[in-house]
């Protein structure tokens, strides 16, 4: 098998990240910082079982932002993430951006939009209460945010989001916000019988970044589509899916996930 590297060793973070190092620069330069995305999560808390809108706004300096380039709601129940649904926004009206979904059956849920919209990305978690669920679930569910919350504040030097969330039962979690761990990774696509196999090697402080969730989101060009690829890990650190692809151009987008963390990769893939 003829395995073609088309990247080199990427160093990845998060894009709200890096942008708002290089919004800090521009500032000290005399420039005015570009205002990050905001988004928000606007659907029920406490729903039935049943269909449902998902609805997300986004905003930028309170202006709605209507040119979003991917909104993707991703939905699961409490614990089983890996089994997430990934669903395509469907509308959007001033800034606010919708899907359908059926929630089929009582249980806590998480309704995370994946945004991308001028050079930055934001994916905050929001929590919905479907049917009828124990108290002491939901109880669980707020001791686990409140200690992933203190675990936060200890490893970040203490800066306290509390009162930002204190008149909130949403328990949103702007991961683009928390998560600094660097990763290196090293993207490859190889060729069988007609068959394309991507494969991406993640290495975290050059030791294999090992029991992650990998995703590859991949579209043409100029194209809304997605095409999303579940990996799985062949070797230790290194994660494979396979697809069919036309010639073309195309973007893939690496989202790797492993408890709290979540970072991406954009790449360019070409199929002649």
């Not at 129940?77 to 890996?82: A, D, L, M, P, Y």
């Not at 995370?112 to 990305?121: G, S």
């Not at 949403?170 to 394309?196: I, P, Q, W």
């Not at 290495?203 to 043409?220: C, L, P, S, Y």
């Amino acid at each position: 098998m003829n395995k073609i590297i088309i990247a080199t060793g990427l160093f990845f973070m998060l894009t709200a990240c890096g942008t708002q190092e290089e919004d800090e620069s521009s500032g000290e330069n005399g420039l005015d910082p570009v205002e990050p995305i905001d988004v928000e999560v606007t659907m029920d808390e406490e729903i039935e079982p049943g269909d449902h809108m998902l609805e997300t706004k986004v905003t930028q300096a309170d202006e709605p932002v209507t040119d979003a380039d991917e909104v993707v709601f991703e939905v699961w129940e409490h614990g089983q993430k890996h089994h997430s649904d990934m669903v395509e926004k469907e509308e959007q009206e001033e800034g606010v951006y919708r899907a359908e979904y059926s929630f089929a059956e009582d249980g806590i849920y998480h309704v995370q939009p994946h945004v991308t919209a001028r050079d930055m990305h934001s994916m905050p978690v929001h929590d919905v209460i479907v049917g009828d669920v124990d108290q002491e679930d939901i109880d669980a569910l707020e001791e686990e945010e409140e200690e992933e919350e203190s675990e936060y504040m200890e490893e970040h030097g203490g800066h306290d989001e509390s009162d930002e969330h204190s008149d909130s039962h949403e328990h949103e979690h702007e991961h683009e916000d928390h998560h600094s761990d660097v990763l290196e990774t090293f993207f490859s696509k190889s060729e069988v019988d007609g068959e394309y196999q991507l494969n991406v090697q993640i290495n975290k402080e050059g030791i294999e970044f090992q029991e992650g969730d990998v995703r590859f989101e991949i579209w043409k060009d100029g194209e809304e589509d997605r095409i999303w690829l579940d990996a799985s890990e062949e070797e230790p650190g290194s994660y494979t899916a396979e697809t069919e692809l036309e010639e073309d151009s195309y973007q893939v987008m690496i989202h790797v996930e492993k408890d709290d963390l979540h970072e991406h990769e954009q790449e360019t893939l070409e199929i002649d």
